[in-house]
């Protein structure tokens, strides 16, 4: 987003600053970017769509608006995990999951939540197969029928954000996990460093 004239990769720190900590190979502070980009558009928005959500009575929309946020933010830290490849999508999704969200999520389950909710939500903005986001089930994840799925999203934000924390650890002990990220970094946002002269929200 444009904050005063600049492209902003938080609300605090710009693209320019991202990449100024990219070039200098200032770990802390690429870590403390990419900590507070992930807190701010994905975990902090969906948490406060959930807090919302228990005080009302008609709260399909927000509990749908928070699924896909957190639906989202698995998209966005799987693809820095898998070193941000073209395509293998399924793949990267499964994984991070099956790694960074386990024992709720084997890679079967993985897979059938990749297909019904991920693609649902990302390419048509619908769950598909007859599932649902409900705060009606105290589990993170419920199979119904032996076919259905049903999701807590308040359930789910929580094993995201563990799953997160879990993954900035490995990353700040991993120093090939660290430069997966770093060139990941350089190759998605190429186009925003520097850049800060119209008004495109990002």
């Not at 990449?19 to 900590?35: G, I």
């Not at 928070?66 to 793949?91: M, Q, T, W």
């Amino acid at each position: 987003m444009i904050i005063e004239n600049e492209l902003h990769y938080t609300s605090k720190h710009t693209f320019a600053e991202l990449k100024e900590a990219l070039d200098r190979d200032d770990k802390d502070k690429v870590m403390e970017l990419f900590k507070e980009r992930v807190k701010e558009l994905y975990l902090e928005p969906a948490r406060l769509l959930i807090e919302h959500a228990k005080y009302c009575k008609n709260n399909m929309g927000f509990l749908f608006s928070a699924g896909l946020i957190c639906v989202s933010a698995i998209d966005f830290l799987s693809r820095f995990y898998a070193g941000c490849p073209e395509n293998k999508v399924r793949e990267r999704f499964v994984d991070w999951i099956s790694v960074y969200m386990k024992p709720h999520f084997d890679k079967k389950l993985a897979t059938k939540f990749y297909e019904d909710f991920r693609n649902g939500l990302v390419h048509e903005c619908r769950i598909k197969n007859g599932g649902e986001f409900t705060l009606r089930s105290e589990e993170v994840i419920y199979i119904v029928d032996q076919k259905y799925l049903r999701v807590n999203p308040r359930n789910l934000l929580y094993l995201v954000y563990e799953g997160f924390e879990k993954y900035v650890n490995d990353i700040e002990n991993d120093e090939v996990l660290y430069e997966e990220l770093k060139n990941c970094l350089m190759k998605d946002f190429e186009n925003d460093f520097g850049k800060g002269d119209d008004t495109n929200e990002r």
